[in-house]
């Protein structure tokens, strides 16, 4: 499991969702630190459709530190490769065919492609998603992606009950909600797939 970042949009992980009904892509940015998704629809994944975008997206938010990628051929372009330099953020790839690697994006897709990708009016639906997801305290953090990107809670139709924890603590508590939920899925998946310690010897086969 990789380590909580320093603080929001610091480290960022980028997919594709798609193709939509439309043959259109969603572009995925999520924020690793507040869990905060960026959506973008794109009409192809090709890199000279996909570097506007994200320039875009990093004039309106900031450079960030890291953009983590799988190796999917508009990250691994030559164009992409500048874009990355003229910007000054670390490319990060992913291991080929190893999709946890890029956990948050995925985990985020799969939402994404459940709650709404299947409806007639499913761009009315997907903006719909996005602020209840981005306003809904995250399992792992238990906290709102919008706050932690933020600091402050976005404006809904429910009305605000002043559930709000102390600022100075936040950090502090995030983490220790973000390491429990990581030990967890760490568990769960040991389990699930039989993986338990062993204590090798010299000669033993591995």
């Not at 959506?39 to 994200?54: F, T």
């Not at 603590?169 to 390491?179: F, G, T, W």
């Not at 967890?184 to 993986?195: R, T």
Request: overall charge positive; hydrophobic content about 30%; charged content about 30%.
């Amino acid at each position: 499991m990789s380590e909580l970042p320093v603080g929001p949009w610091q480290d960022l992980s980028a997919d594709f969702c798609g193709p939509l009904p439309s043959g259109e892509y969603l572009l995925v940015i999520t924020d690793e630190y507040s869990r905060y998704p960026i959506v973008e629809i794109v009409p192809s994944v090709s890199s000279n459709k996909v570097i506007p975008v994200i320039d875009k997206v990093l004039s309106e938010m900031g450079v960030p530190r890291t953009i983590k990628t799988d190796n999917g051929s508009p990250f691994n372009s030559d164009a992409f490769r500048k874009f990355v330099r003229y910007c000054g953020f670390n490319h990060r790839k992913m291991t080929p065919r190893w999709p946890r690697a890029n956990s948050q994006a995925e985990s985020f897709n799969k939402s994404v492609k459940t709650s709404y990708l299947e409806a007639k009016n499913w761009r009315k639906e997907m903006f719909r998603f996005l602020r209840q997801y981005r306003s809904t305290p995250h399992t792992s953090t238990g906290y709102t992606p919008f706050r932690l990107l933020f600091q402050r809670e976005p404006r809904t139709r429910l009305p605000d009950i002043g559930t709000s924890k102390p600022e100075t603590k936040i950090d502090e508590q995030i983490r220790q909600n973000d390491a429990r939920a990581k030990a967890k899925m760490k568990s769960n998946f040991e389990q699930k797939h039989n993986i338990r310690e062993e204590e090798l010897q010299p000669g033993d086969k591995i």
